[in-house]
């Protein structure tokens, strides 16, 4: 384990190196592949290759999902709470400092171990899975990655160990349009004054850590946009709880700041950057989100076959139909497609390479598989898809938010769109 | 006067030899005429349903759906606006309008609420129809008023062990003299929390296998048990129960049509069943659309309305033109169905097809209006939930492409 620990980051090192020595190399390739192919001593793998520590974790939530999870999930969704001793146990299972070093208290695992864990989670409920992903993907890495030592040990323990955090972006007029936030920051001395109300904020209602954007200057225009941590006893309100189609369980709030006192030692990394952490943060964050809706396909589609060889009319298991035997075999090649996007977005960041285009596509590519899935997995159980009893159902109703946050479809097609011009014009 | 024209149609068609042009048959009595023509009749009652529907249904959508429980003003406002005998004569108390006038009524109220519209669907296409068509007089006169007026029907084929394979069903009818003696059970029977009578199909001969299958009309009364309610991902204040029969008594009298009939009559009206139900996924696909398009010129991002992206503009007009190939598929198998022609690979056709398009239609729909689309008080991630069911009641698409597909091919054999 720790051979890989300090190896294969010396390894991606130089074939990064590779890569930007041989950039006639990578034009006569650019038509075909987008990612710069690169020459490695060790020998490649395919994406069906983890490490052992890897492997240890997807278990460990795996069965995590299956024991603790599952006998709350239809409770939890009907209620529109998240239970308590779920979250509680996912701290102690070490699940919410995933990337986190271990001298503050996290796991230390790799970005993949991260994906995993998302994905496992998702197969058994896509709302624990959102709650763990945001909270590790979003709000760790932007803290891990921007803070200062100062603000990493007196958060990231704290996230690791025992409290829910939360990243607050959107706002009613700014969705796809983030940098149009109008949530103020004011410079009052020894303290920044915060303002505004923010919008589709997930796990705001269990979180007491708010990474906050803000703009401090608007005179900048995006380039005053701030991040700031906010503990939820300086002032955030939660205005409103939203009932949803999907994700039931996973809180999705309305946050009022009303004169929040922000000491001037919360904020994170540079005054003015925070458009760039926050772009950077969701290119990453989104692989997590790829991860849960393939865990979400898998997941009805784990309950749906099985049924399709215990159901029988006609005289025989409506699983040996054959036009149905091409319906299944279709959508196993697309989660398989899905699958491979978003563990290869993974390794290539794991890498260092570029990969903001190979995320925008494998959650593009991975929302909309897992609707597909799921909604033909409701199908292949008849009518007793459609009742809430079964439980594929709700992956048909958590799958759909997957092509709205994060970035919605559209705006991953314009990421992609945009990086694939570059290469012609 | 349409009944007249209707018949006349009908003997046209059928003199016709089937593989001659004259498919397109030349209609002697009436001038051939686009998809948007309608009677005045049929026009008047589109503006009332739809103003029934958005005045009296639309306030109570979201709490019924909550809920799980179909407002009982609402069913009496169905009953009398006319909407629950549609087809059904006047000397029976019904509103003596066309089959296309139910697809009409169906469709409005799907556009608001595809609950209310499976209730009024069932009432109108399978049990009054079923009634309507192989009741003898006295079945008639004693069950058609009530339907037509204050008794909410339903429809029981389906069973534990007989979804798509119906005629597998095992609820049994023994004949005890002067009455028939009822033991089984039926299951997805939808509007049956609110029924009073229930065409029952059970087996009075299982050693004649399908052939034995027998319609009866049975009343609550005489002993039908709600044994389960389900809880649904749609169409959530539809109630759709398990039922049981225990030894229920049913009259003689109260068979319907001709004993061992009974698989005939139930796939011959699940066919013109399936029409309404694509009417019913055509107002959801449409009840979608018509939340979010407004929507995306309310909205702006990047200073611009959402709906003026490229990006956007296409992906709606595929929709708008999905929707139209939907409801033209539905409303030809309408008018051929008064015309007299076969129509049963057409009606397959538009169900199949209208529940595609329902779901795709507000699955783009919930996208369009982002975060908004995701919450339940928008209304639009509603008709999501609802659409699906269109795609497995009253014949899976599965089904449906196996009836197409025996159709197409036998032309080609």
């Not at chain 1, 909309?368 to 292949?380: C, D, F, G, L």
């Not at chain 2, 002067?178 to 065409?199: P, Q």
Request: hydrophobic letters at 40%; aromatic letters at 8%.
């Amino acid at each position: 384990m720790s051979f890989l620990r300090t190896r294969l980051p010396q390894i991606a090192r130089s074939v990064s190196l590779v890569g930007r020595q041989a950039p006639y190399v990578a034009r006569n390739y650019s038509s075909m592949t987008y990612s710069v192919p690169s020459v490695t001593d060790t020998p490649p793998t395919s994406l069906q290759s983890f490490t052992e520590e890897e492997l240890m974790l997807k278990e460990t939530v795996a069965r995590f999902a299956r024991e603790v999870v599952q006998p709350r999930v239809r409770d939890m969704d009907e209620a529109e709470v998240m239970d308590k001793d779920i979250i509680k146990a996912m701290f102690e299972n070490g699940l919410m400092g995933l990337e986190t070093e271990a001298d503050l208290g996290g796991a230390e695992c790799s970005f993949t171990a991260a994906v995993l864990a998302v994905e496992e989670l998702a197969k058994i409920d896509p709302s624990i899975s959102a709650l763990c992903d945001i909270h590790n993907t979003l709000t760790n890495t932007v803290i891990r990655k921007y803070g200062n030592k100062d603000l990493k040990e007196k958060y990231l323990t704290r996230l690791a160990t025992d409290t829910v955090g939360s990243f607050c972006i959107s706002e009613a007029g700014a969705g796809s349009d983030a940098f149009a936030l109008q949530t103020r920051a004011e410079d009052k001395g020894d303290h920044y004054l915060l303002n505004g109300g923010k919008m589709w904020i997930s796990n705001s209602g269990e979180a007491d850590i708010f990474v906050v954007f803000a703009n401090a200057d608007p005179s900048k225009g995006y380039k005053g946009i701030t991040a700031f941590i906010v503990e939820k006893e300086w002032g955030v309100e939660i205005a409103k709880k939203e009932k949803k189609l999907g994700i039931r369980s996973s809180s999705t709030c309305v946050l009022n700041f009303d004169d929040v006192k922000v000491p001037k030692e919360n904020v994170l990394g540079e005054i003015g950057q925070g458009y760039k952490y926050a772009i950077d943060s969701l290119n990453e964050g989104r692989i997590g989100i790829a991860a849960q809706m393939i865990g979400a396909a898998q997941g009805a589609y784990e309950i749906a076959l099985p049924y399709m060889f215990e159901r029988k009319q006609f005289g025989k298991p409506i699983g040996s139909f054959q036009a149905m035997q091409h319906q299944f075999a279709q959508v196993a090649c697309e989660i398989e497609a899905a699958k491979l996007m978003t563990y290869n977005a993974a390794r290539l960041k794991e890498e260092g390479k570029p990969f903001v285009m190979e995320a925008a596509m494998a959650k593009f590519v991975a929302a909309k598989v897992a609707e597909r899935a799921t909604s033909y997995a409701v199908e292949w159980m008849g009518g007793n898809g459609f009742v809430r009893e079964t439980g594929v159902e709700k992956f048909y109703r958590d799958a759909k938010i997957g092509s709205i946050y994060e970035g919605t479809n559209n705006m991953q097609l314009e990421t992609v769109a945009k990086i694939i011009s570059t290469k012609y014009k | 006067m349409l009944r007249n024209a209707a018949r006349s149609f009908g003997l046209a068609a059928r003199a016709m030899p089937k593989r001659s042009f004259a498919h397109s048959a030349i209609a002697r009595n009436a001038i051939p005429g686009s998809l948007q023509t309608f009677t005045d009749e049929e026009l008047m009652l589109k503006d009332a349903v739809s103003k029934f529907a958005n005045d009296v249904v639309k306030p109570k959508v979201l709490q019924m759906d909550e809920t799980e429980v179909m407002d009982k003003s609402v069913v009496q406002g169905l009953f009398d606006q006319g909407l629950m005998g549609v087809e059904t004569e006047a000397e029976y108390d019904g509103s003596n309008c066309s089959f296309t006038s139910a697809i009409i009524v169906i469709e409005e109220l799907a556009k608001i609420d595809p609950s209310v519209s499976v209730m009024c669907d069932v009432q109108n296409t399978l049990v009054g129809t079923l009634v309507r068509k192989y009741g003898n007089k006295d079945v008639k006169k004693r069950f058609l008023p009530r339907l037509a007026t204050d008794t909410v029907g339903c429809f029981c084929l389906s069973e534990a062990g007989s979804g798509s394979d119906a005629f597998a069903l095992q609820t049994r009818a023994v004949d005890n003299g002067d009455h028939y003696v009822l033991n089984g059970s039926k299951m997805w029977i939808t509007n049956s929390g609110e029924a009073d009578i229930f065409l029952v199909f059970a087996n009075l001969d299982p050693s004649k296998g399908y052939k034995g299958i027998t319609c009866f009309v049975v009343e609550k009364e005489m002993g039908v048990e709600i044994a389960k309610k389900e809880s649904k991902l749609g169409i959530r204040a539809s109630s759709t129960c398990v039922l049981n029969f225990d030894d229920v008594k049913v009259p003689k009298e109260n068979v319907l049509g001709e004993i061992g009939k009974g698989y005939k009559y139930a796939i011959e009206i699940l066919n013109e069943g399936r029409i309404g139900i694509a009417a019913q996924m055509l107002g959801i696909a449409q009840g979608a659309y018509d939340i979010a398009l407004p929507y995306l010129f309310q909205r702006k991002q990047f200073n611009t309305n959402i709906g003026d992206f490229q990006g956007m503009q296409h992906q709606y007009a595929q929709i708008a033109l999905e929707i139209e190939a939907a409801r033209l598929l539905t409303y030809n198998a309408a008018r051929m169905k008064e015309e007299g022609r076969t129509f049963i690979k057409e009606a397959a056709m538009a169900k199949l097809y209208a529940s595609q398009v329902a779901e795709k239609a507000a699955s783009k729909a919930i996208e369009w209006c982002g975060g908004v689309g995701f919450t339940r008080e928008l209304g639009v991630e509603k008709f999501y939930r609802d659409a699906k069911i269109g795609a497995i009641y009253e014949g899976t698409s599965n089904i449906q492409l196996q009836t197409i597909a025996k159709l197409v091919s036998s032309q080609y054999k």
